[in-house]
């Protein structure tokens, strides 16, 4: 893979589709087809959720570095119903937002608003973790040390249920590699 993939943004490139928008309704205004390309945009949106509507059979943990008023911090959220579409829900203070699977094969999303920028990972938890590393994952969170290793310790990613929708290759994991390798 090797870079980000964007699953939907809300400012998509108009100019990329400039062309085809006035071959296909040359007699509408350019402010029209603006605003016929934003509507598309909005209604591929609610599309990509419907397709993305399966059930993890865990809840989806979110990671979020909210960039507030009074300056940058650490929480997260518990996705409970597990169904993946439910991550792609904008705040109600989002000027313009972007979802998008990393190169570590990551789901992530980054919110502007108007006191920043807000980004989040999503995860999906696993089986068995303990209560106790679950908290302890949590507090660490909360009090901006989390480490990678904890956040991977209790959750997988999300961007492979992501690729198994839109057909595209993720890199294996680094501990799966090491696994392989040592086969």
Known sequence: MGKEITIWTSEPDYEEYRAALEEDMPDLSEEDRIAIF??????????????????????????????????????????????????????????????????????????????????????????????????YLKNAICAGVALQSDIDRCTERLGDAVSMVYGFELPQPERQKERGQAR
Request: proline fraction near 3%; charged fraction near 30%.
């Open 38 to 135: 934003r509507q598309g945009n909005i209604d591929c949106l609610q599309f990509q959720k419907e397709e993305m509507s399966m059930r993890l059979g865990m809840p989806i943990f979110v990671v979020a570095e909210l960039g507030l008023w009074n300056g940058k911090h650490m929480a997260y959220k518990e996705i409970e119903s597990g169904v993946l579409s439910d991550c792609f829900e904008p705040g109600k203070d989002t000027l313009s937002i972007r979802w998008f699977v990393d190169e570590k094969g990551d789901l992530r999303c980054d919110d502007i608003h108007h006191d920043g920028v807000n980004h989040y990972l999503y995860r999906v938890l696993k089986h068995d973790v303990p209560e106790a590393e679950m908290d």
